[in-house]
């Protein structure tokens, strides 16, 4: 995606970096735009941990960076090690990854990536080139499974657009699952941003998303540099919009879909899908196979939940008239605060998956026969 005409992704490595890679920090967003180098798996897994990336498509490119910078670290502390000592090491640095964030089934992924291609018999400069390509890879791939949800998922906007004779088609989307949670193009934006290339005109409700304000912070921000009419809108308001018949489609991304179609995703997302039946206004989730728990089931029972510190909720972010970024907070001081950062939507209320591969039902046979390779691996 552009920035200022400059063309930018979430996650990337400077072709001559052999020792760090950078992301766009997320976190001073819309505000303030920073680039942040990470050279150390501790700076990765805190990067991770306190959100200055975020999203499962970019928080699973980033981990699989990171597990590069496991291997430079090992060769770093060599002075005597064998190749025992160096998989001791990249698989500590694999748990201290896995332990930042609970629900986004992605991250997993980005470490099994390089887990499986490490041969830990090879020489040390072997092994940092080779986990060097599986990162450059795993983005790439990330990045392709993007642009084809894109593709597959306009045809839905393109058939609302026929049916009110080229009037605005409504897209009402939670979070952020744009370019910023992905490494590119995003899932629910994807086909936003690919409809708008092809002159449907769209406009997007974006709901704020409290306590982290992805909505009104990064959402908001991805489709103005695109030129995306949108509106920002409170978490409650979506609802209402419904009933007057104001959203066409309810768009959103998946932290973790379970292999019957129930999704996981930024808390909230259920009362949408919720309002979203009683209306009927389709609820679709655009998600890349990378977000597919094939071992879980039922999203609601099994599925872990992150739950995150109080202060997100009793403080919040923003630049004060001085121009300074600063938080402050809202609650009394002595509330007791709770965080749940996701919830799980089960399948019945989903109308369809927007996927790399086409839209989907969301149901465990359709899944398998989207994807009847990774279904079976389990
Ligand atoms: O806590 P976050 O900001 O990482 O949560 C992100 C979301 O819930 C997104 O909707 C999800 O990761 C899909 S991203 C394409």
Not at 26 to 34: A, D, E, G, I, N
Not at 85 to 110: H, Q, Y
Request: aromatic fraction near 6%.
């Amino acid at each position: 995606m552009k920035i200022d005409g400059k063309h930018y992704t979430t996650v990337w490595r400077e072709l001559d970096c052999t020792e760090s890679f950078s992301i766009i920090d997320q976190r001073t967003l819309p505000h303030k735009f920073v680039i942040e180098e990470l050279s150390s798996v501790a700076a990765v897994a805190a990067a991770i941990q306190d959100m200055h990336v975020r999203g499962a498509p970019a928080i699973g490119a980033t981990a699989c960076y990171g597990m590069f910078l496991a291997f430079v670290e090992a060769k770093a502390n060599q002075a005597k090690n064998s190749s025992e000592e160096i998989e001791k090491a990249v698989i500590d640095a694999s748990k201290l990854l896995a332990a930042t964030r609970p629900t986004a089934v992605n991250l997993f992924f980005g470490i099994d990536a390089q887990l499986v291609a490490a041969d830990f018999s090879k020489p040390i400069e072997w092994q940092i080139e080779n986990a060097i390509a599986v990162a450059d890879a795993f983005a790439k791939e990330e990045r392709e499974r993007s642009r084809q949800i894109g593709l597959h998922g306009v045809s839905l906007l393109e058939e609302i657009s026929k049916k009110k004779d080229g009037e605005v088609v409504n897209i009402l989307t939670h979070c952020n699952a744009g370019w910023l949670a992905c490494v590119d193009y995003g899932t629910a934006t994807a086909p936003i941003y690919e409809a708008h290339e092809r002159g449907i005109p769209v406009h997007v409700w974006v709901d704020e998303t409290r306590p982290r304000n992805q909505g009104a912070r990064l959402t908001a921000w991805e489709l103005g540099q695109h030129g995306i009419p949108h509106t920002v809108i409170v978490d409650n308001a979506g609802g209402h919009l419904m009933q007057h018949g104001l959203v066409d489609i309810v768009i959103v991304g998946s932290d973790r879909t379970t292999a019957r179609g129930d999704v996981g995703n930024k808390i909230g997302t259920y009362l949408k899908a919720l309002a979203a039946a009683d209306n009927e206004v389709p609820f679709y989730v655009a998600l890349p196979s990378s977000t597919i728990d094939w071992a879980m089931q039922d999203g609601v029972a099994e599925m872990p939940i992150e739950k995150r510190g109080g202060e997100e909720v009793s403080y919040i972010h923003g630049r004060a008239d001085s121009g300074e970024i600063t938080r402050v907070l809202l609650t009394p001081e002595k509330s007791a605060v709770a965080n749940y950062a996701f919830d799980v939507t089960p399948a019945r209320f989903v109308k369809g998956l927007i996927t790399e591969r086409g839209v989907c039902a969301a149901c465990p046979s359709a899944l398998k026969e989207m994807y009847p390779k990774l279904s079976s691996n389990v």
